[in-house]
């Protein structure tokens, strides 16, 4: 091997080690505890309530994004190119200043908020606040990996079937779509971890009910490391579960 590549390896593996040491020491010391998480009531609605709010997040997202990734791979003009920076803002924002942000627009007490609120969707302090901070936070990554997908998708595949006479939705579900199914499913699991992962906005916008990461910071800060760290490892090893079957999925697609 070119020493060029062994000088980048040993960079690249300093990286890696930076990564995941961490996680290895707290699956080792938190691992010793799990059985605690299994007893735990609180802990378990906890991580019931965080893989449930972000799935739910991932669905909305991927029913209208998906439209929009499109159509911004297909029509690239000034008007797009503002759209696709104005959805890259809220992963320059501090997550604390999301949730504000997310707050003041859809509280049941603003405009668009009471109407929402009409129709049952009230985040203070409730479930549907929690899938509207994920969804603020992790909207940006499924939109951008998606439609990357539709880029690498060639556009004359699209105009011969346009040409044979399919509609556009034809074209879409039976060409499109298949072809970059790929980075849907990519831009599927990234979204979901961003948003499972996601406390800062959760906590501005509903602190109740609790998700994982928030009471991994109330045990944090209330008990100290020790009492956070079995909860801890529980939701890095179901995390890992998940996105490592979901990884499976999209291996599949790949084949």
Known sequence: MNKGYYFFSTLGSILILFLLIPVAIC???GGAALGDVVQDKE???AIYLSF???FVSGILIAIFGTPLAYVLSRHKNSFSRIVVSSLEIPLALP??????????AYNSRAPIGSLLSRI???IEDNYWGIVFAMMFVSAPIFVTTVRAGFDSVDVELENVARTLGASLLKVFFKVSFPLAFRHFVAGFVLSLARAISEVGAIIIVAYYPKVAATLVIERFLGYGLDAALSLSAALALISLAV???LRLILKEAEQ
């Open 27 to 29: 699956l080792a010391l």
């Open 43 to 45: 802990a378990l609605d």
């Open 52 to 54: 449930h709010a972000g």
């Open 95 to 104: 997550h604390s200043v999301a949730g504000i942000m997310v707050l003041l």
């Open 120 to 122: 049952g969707l009230i």
């Open 243 to 245: 996105f490592a079957f």
